[in-house]
């Protein structure tokens, strides 16, 4: 029996993704797609591939979505079931939602952050080796501003950690957590122990952490995520396409049932499954969501094209530095 049949899946799927509207609106964030394929479905297939066959999705808003796609998972050969997080106080309080049906260590994502692992199975070999109660992915990270607007972890000399920083302002090292943990039961008793933040007004995971750390329990980082986005903004979901065409060597992907005249160009994009060109035009940088007609007879080039809207890519002078982020 594969040794992962001892663990259990989360993943939390209920954040309202206020700051992604208009997109929000109609996608729940972990359904939005790179290259095709919704984020929470590659979260899904990661557990699988690590034999783990009980997985639990903590749902909010659009949660008929989420379940409408996976329903109860025996098609992939796995057992999900749904959890409704009814007020949105935090990722802490989501977490706390599944304890209930939680008897086993368990593998925990947060479905609004799409990541390249080097393996995950390093984190369960982490877990069981050092007897711990928590591993953190982490990833050396380059760039300030993306692990303020994750968490910074501080390691003691001994490799454990010490201290976790939720959206840290200043910083002593460039050691970025990341959406990605593995618990024992134990930080069930954090969470039920965790105070409403001052900065967002929330029950923050990081302090759970931090209470699980101050109550004596081994905490350990894990160096397992080669690229991760966390999915805030309309910029974030284009360039998580784009630099995942580029890590796959790939000019674009194009779904299925995609029709378009002849002399259409398609450049470094993305065209979702079930899309109607009308005419001969140039689609560059750009990511297209399922299901459109497209009968501009302009080029796109560097936008997210939805069904209703045509959301200009921000960032656009970035598609030329992808390898720096």
Not at 218 to 239: F, G, S
């Amino acid at each position: 029996m594969n040794e992962s049949n001892k663990y259990h899946g989360v993943i939390l799927a209920a954040g309202l993704g206020a700051r992604i509207k208009p997109l929000s609106f109609s996608y729940p964030k972990p359904l939005l797609p790179i290259c095709n394929k919704p984020i929470i479905q590659y979260q899904i297939e990661s557990m699988i591939n690590l034999g783990i066959k009980k997985i639990l999705i903590v749902c909010g808003q659009l949660k008929e979505s989420i379940q409408k796609r996976f329903k109860d998972g025996s098609t992939l050969g796995i057992r999900i079931q749904y959890i409704e997080q009814e007020k949105p106080l935090g990722i802490a309080h989501a977490l706390l939602r599944a304890e209930p049906y939680v008897d086993k260590p368990f593998l925990l994502f947060l479905g609004d952050i799409f990541f390249i692992t080097t393996g995950l199975n390093e984190m369960l070999d982490l877990f069981k080796k050092r007897q711990a109660c928590g591993i953190l992915a982490v990833k050396q990270e380059l760039r300030e501003e993306y692990i303020k607007r994750n968490y910074a972890v501080l390691l003691h000399e001994s490799g454990m950690v010490k201290r976790v920083v939720e959206k840290p302002r200043y910083l002593s090292n460039n050691l970025k957590g990341c959406g990605i943990y593995f618990f024992d039961l134990p930080i069930f008793d954090a969470v039920r122990r965790t105070p409403r933040t001052a900065m967002r007004d929330e029950y923050e995971i990081t302090s759970s952490i931090q209470i699980l750390i101050d109550d004596g329990y081994p905490v350990y980082p894990a160096k397992v995520i080669e690229w991760d986005m966390n999915i805030t903004a309309v910029d974030d979901l284009i360039l998580s396409n784009l630099k995942i065409l580029d890590m796959l060597k790939k000019d674009n992907e194009i779904g299925r049932n995609v029709s378009c005249p002849h002399k259409s160009q398609i450049i470094h994009s993305v065209i979702g499954h079930n899309v109607i060109i009308e005419h001969p035009i140039v689609i560059q940088d750009s990511v297209i969501m399922d299901n459109i007609r497209i009968t501009t007879k302009d080029d796109l080039k560097n936008v997210l094209v939805t069904e209703d809207l045509v959301i200009p890519f921000q960032n656009a002078p970035y598609k030329n530095n992808l390898n720096e982020i």
